[in-house]
């Protein structure tokens, strides 16, 4: 079974640009996660996708971060204009229902997006 | 609202000898816990959960964790340390509509 797909692994980008990452979750998990992973801390959930619908973004700096999830499969999380304090790791994973507690879902992770803003 | 905090940053441990990490967790109900790991340049990857039950939880790799209610933790144990065993050890407490919080890690070396 594959694991969830990110792309790029790295990304350097000079403030103020713009920058999108792509997610292909496991096949058949509904549940899609965006976490940001600075350096020397644990990942901070940004966003929450069950299928196409958003669950949780209460923690998505909106003004200059957007995701979407079309057709319930990929995901595409974007950064414009990027600061200097998104310099972070970017984590997608995913998830498949285990039953009504979501909370008992267990997260797959990709390998990340490790982003640098100079 | 949830936190964990895993009050150790950085770990040392000699090949064979014993770990505990520790971890401790604030969440008003009966919290769902998890450890994961993550080595270098990749992503988190499951060692156990808690969700009910017995309070000793046996996980990948030969690790374990005991959850004890009285004192809100979930330490992470394993006897004997292996030289692979070496990476950042998460632990997070799984709430409200599946929203996981994480800790801020504990890096584990490992002498030999």
């Known amino acids: 079974e594959a694991g969830v797909a990110q792309s790029p692994r790295y990304k350097i980008i000079e403030k103020r640009q713009s920058v999108a990452f792509w997610c292909n979750p496991i096949?058949?998990?509904?549940?899609l996660y965006w976490y940001q992973q600075i350096l020397g801390q644990g990942p901070k959930l940004l966003i929450q996708?069950?299928?196409?619908?958003?669950?949780?973004d209460s923690q998505l700096p909106k003004d200059r971060f957007s995701a979407e999830r079309l057709k319930g499969v990929d995901s595409t999380l974007k950064i414009q204009p990027a600061k200097l304090e998104d310099s972070a790791v970017y984590l997608c994973?995913?998830?498949?229902?285990?039953?009504?507690?979501?909370?008992?879902?267990?997260?797959?992770f990709g390998a990340g997006t490790r982003l640098s803003v100079l | 609202a949830q936190s964990v905090t895993q009050p150790d940053i950085h770990i040392t441990v000699s090949e064979g000898a014993s770990l505990e990490l520790r971890c401790n967790y604030s969440?008003?109900?009966?919290?769902?816990l998890f450890w994961y790991v993550q080595s270098p340049g990749q992503g988190l990857q499951l060692l156990l959960k808690?969700?009910?039950?017995?309070?000793l939880v046996q996980g990948i790799k030969g690790f374990e964790a005991e959850f004890k209610r009285s004192q809100s933790s979930f330490n992470l144990r394993k006897p004997s340390v292996h030289w692979s065993d070496a990476a950042e050890y998460f632990c997070?407490?799984?709430?409200?509509?599946?929203?996981?919080?994480f800790g801020d890690g504990t890096t584990l070396t490992v002498k030999p």
């Open positions: 997070a407490v799984g709430g409200n509509a599946g929203k996981s919080t």
């Open positions: 969440y008003g109900a009966t919290p769902y």
């Open positions: 808690y969700f009910s039950g017995d309070t």
């Open positions: 096949s058949g998990h509904a549940t």
């Open positions: 996708f069950q299928n196409n619908g958003v669950v949780d």
């Open positions: 994973a995913s998830s498949f229902p285990r039953g009504r507690d979501v909370a008992k879902n267990i997260q797959y």
